[in-house]
């Protein structure tokens, strides 16, 4: 049984390069492109020539490189390198005139974004950003239900998630452990994910913080929670309460409280949604995922990658800066600037 | 006279933390943490425990890390690629084993190495079969151990840890979505013994050993007296507020049981050649990848060829057929688990309590990941 997104009408094979070739590139990237049939990859690069020649050999992709100036031309680019690596990288991939899909988040700061943005605009090239939850099926129907305002009108919203990255296998030299390259902690390495959420079913056109507060270590940030609202299109305001924490367990999904009830969606897609309606007796309704073998994530990876090749061949209607997530990245930026932070060291 | 100091090895890890946790409380000696990386070592620093960053892969830093300790506990392994594991667990074992010499090393295996379905005919204590790649890694582990003990002089107890159940750990999240699936039924209405132990009772093992003269030895660790997965169910249904899991009836449970035995009974040629067969009937709708048996044969295969490279192309193709349009594979399923017999071998003697020792801890835990406002509210208090 087929994944469930349509590929483009229009068969013109899209040459693709990658920059980047860690772990989410091997595993996820690469198996979804590799399965779009009218993509094909030119080339991987990577700043280790070896990583980058093993994954060509692997993929049977024609070039590995080291350096991206060394790289032939291509229609876009994957660039899959550490968040704080790669404003450098995307001014070189726009002078080359080749449209880019990052990772998430788009850009280490909202004037990184905003000046990212206004580069590929100026020279007319399409820009996306790896936020793949939004093509989960269960991240979908919640926007249809939050649209068609079935349950009222949108009350508050509290997300939640614990940052259970994958420790095992990493030691000092991941890039993970280098607050720079990764951004500095969880808010931006899985906040981003959760917030960006919170946005697409919802709708939001703004966010602002009242209250942010972060634990850090060592220069990390590993838990940041904040309160304050979104502004929605019909200008109402909704409260929303935030917390990504990389240290203790927290309810992983997003709650969205409307007049007449509330939707719950999981972190994890195999877990779909929940309904909650508000009556006498609260009645809570499953809403399960068709069809179960659907669900994994590299589905998700290959819709993104669908809709973002569509995007290159009819680029009317793409909105930049809700696709690469602007006002995820003011979030962030917003929490950075209103943080009460708290350092803790232990003796050891 | 001065107190022991024990180090946990992997103690951002579900038993490491919860061990340091414990030990940290104990007045009869101190207990610190060694983490391989920032963000492990923040999960254990932001409970105010003491942790130390070291390459646990790197004899010379490992023993740098634990010069001062008198005992280490390792509840870590290494999980990568099949292809990569095996030389890891390598690299590991002897940064352990040089950090330990002249010390006691506590190890923490599992009763996976027994394999998914523990089965009396086909199951032996000193040479057991597992039957799944973690299984391998935990087996391989204990035999480099145990070669490497001789060596550096150290004492290694070993332990095989059953399937360990609490706030905070995976079984127990296991159980829960279990006691929440529509359809779900408990084979023999969960009469078996469960090979289960609670994680109050695994430190009161644990603590038992750190205090008692150090042993080379293999020795099983469940609960004491061991439970049924009834009362496991139970405690995880209480402790959520839902009713009682249902029951599997008899003549089902049966010949579930049956066939799980055959199946285990069976050589991996049998399985292979089945499997094959599954395979055939269905094409050309499905192909290879998706024959449950797949996976573990390539991993098998891989942790054997270790070929890097082999490894990496094979992934390639498995993923590419993947995402063209396969079906997830079907999840082979945790049945079982529940089926299974009691461990072989002796285990360890200690004094055990009740399950219902953790319920509180449970819920506590149960409320913080089930319920997006209450748990928030109470957890930050700045809200």
């Known amino acids: ?348 | 006279m001065k107190i022991p100091t024990v180090g946990i090895v992997g103690a951002a890890g579900q038993v490491g933390s919860a061990l340091l946790r414990s030990l940290n409380n104990d007045r009869e000696l101190a207990a610190v943490g060694i983490c391989r990386n920032n963000l492990s070592a923040a999960r254990v620093a932001c409970q105010g425990l003491r942790v130390r960053i070291a390459r646990t892969d790197d004899a010379v830093q490992l023993t740098e890390a634990t010069r001062d300790l008198d005992i280490l506990v390792n509840c870590a392994l290494p999980q990568y690629g099949p292809s990569r594991t095996c030389a890891a667990n390598q690299r590991f074992a002897e940064s352990l084993a040089a950090a330990c010499a002249g010390k006691h090393l506590v190890h923490l295996s599992s009763v996976a190495v027994y394999g998914t379905f523990i089965s009396d005919r086909k199951v032996f204590f000193d040479n057991p079969k597992p039957d799944s790649l973690y299984g391998r890694q935990k087996l391989q582990m204990e035999r480099l151990l145990r070669t490497l003990a001789k060596k550096h002089s150290m004492k290694c107890t070993i332990l095989r840890l059953g399937h360990v159940y609490g706030a905070e750990l995976r079984w127990s999240e296991i159980l829960f979505d279990l006691i929440r699936k529509d359809g779900f039924r408990l084979p023999f209405d969960g009469e078996l013994l469960s090979n289960a132990i609670g994680i109050t009772n695994l430190i009161a093992g644990i603590r038992k050993v750190l205090f008692t003269e150090p042993l080379e030895i293999t020795l099983n660790l469940t609960d004491a007296p061991q439970t049924s997965w009834r009362d496991i169910f139970d405690l995880h249904s209480h402790s959520t507020g839902s009713p009682a899991v249902e029951s599997l009836n008899t003549s089902e449970s049966e010949w579930r049981f049956r066939e799980l035995k055959k199946w285990a009974e069976s050589g991996m040629t049998a399985r292979v050649a089945r499997e094959t067969c599954v395979w055939g009937r269905h094409l050309p709708a499905s192909f290879i990848a998706s024959v449950p048996a797949f996976r573990p044969m390539l991993q098998w295969a891989l942790e054997r060829i270790r070929s890097e490279k082999l490894e990496a192309k094979l992934w390639a193709v498995y993923h590419k057929r993947f995402a063209s349009g396969m079906e997830a594979n079907p999840d082979p399923g945790i049945l079982p688990v529940f089926l299974s017999e009691p461990v072989p071998g002796p285990c360890l003697s200690y004094e055990g309590s009740s399950p219902a020792v953790d319920l509180g801890a449970l819920q506590d835990w149960h409320d913080a990941i089930s319920a997006p406002q209450a748990s928030m509210c109470g957890a930050i208090p700045q809200w």
């Open chain 1, 1 to 348: 049984m087929g994944i469930v997104a349509h590929e483009p009408k229009d068969v013109r094979e899209v040459s693709i390069g990658v920059i980047g070739c860690g772990g989410v590139v091997e595993s996820l990237h690469l198996p979804a492109l590799a399965s779009i049939s009218e993509v094909k990859i030119r080339w991987v690069c990577d700043s280790s020539a070896d990583r980058a020649r093993s994954l060509a050999r692997a993929w049977g992709v024609g070039q590995a490189f080291e350096q991206i100036d060394d790289c032939s031309d291509v229609d876009a680019v994957l660039v899959a390198t550490p968040v704080g690596t790669r404003q450098a990288i995307l001014a070189k991939t726009t002078e080359r005139g080749w449209h880019a899909f990052c990772e998430k988040p788009f850009a280490i700061s909202a004037n990184e974004h905003r000046h990212m943005l206004e580069c590929g605009a100026r020279y007319g090239l399409i820009l996306g950003a790896g936020y793949m939850r939004r093509h989960h099926w269960a991240v979908k129907q919640a926007r249809d239900m939050m649209r068609s305002k079935v349950l009222g009108s949108l009350r508050e919203i509290t997300a939640s998630e614990s940052a259970q990255l994958e420790r095992t296998g990493l030691d000092l030299s991941s890039y993970r452990n280098n607050a720079r390259a990764s951004g500095g902690g969880v808010l931006v390495e899985t906040g981003c994910h959760l917030f960006d959420e919170v946005v697409f079913v919802s709708d939001a056109i703004r966010a602002d913080v009242r209250t942010c507060a972060q634990q850090v270590w060592n220069d990390y940030e590993v838990e940041t929670t904040a309160t304050g609202c979104i502004a929605l299109g019909s200008g109402e305001q909704v409260a929303l309460k935030f917390a990504v924490s990389g240290t203790r367990p927290v309810f992983a999904g997003i709650a969205f409280r409307c007049e007449w009830g509330e939707v719950r969606l999981r972190i994890d897609p195999a877990k779909g949604l929940e309904v909650f309606l508000k009556q006498a007796h609260p009645y809570r309704l499953e809403v399960p995922h068709p069809r179960p073998g659907q669900q994994h994530v590299l589905a998700a990876f290959r819709c993104e990658w669908l809709h973002f090749l569509e995007a290159i061949r009819t680029p009317r209607g793409w909105d930049v800066s809700r696709e690469t997530g602007l006002i995820t990245s003011d979030f962030i930026a917003q929490c950075g600037e209103m943080a009460k932070v708290s350092r803790f060291a232990v003796p050891v």
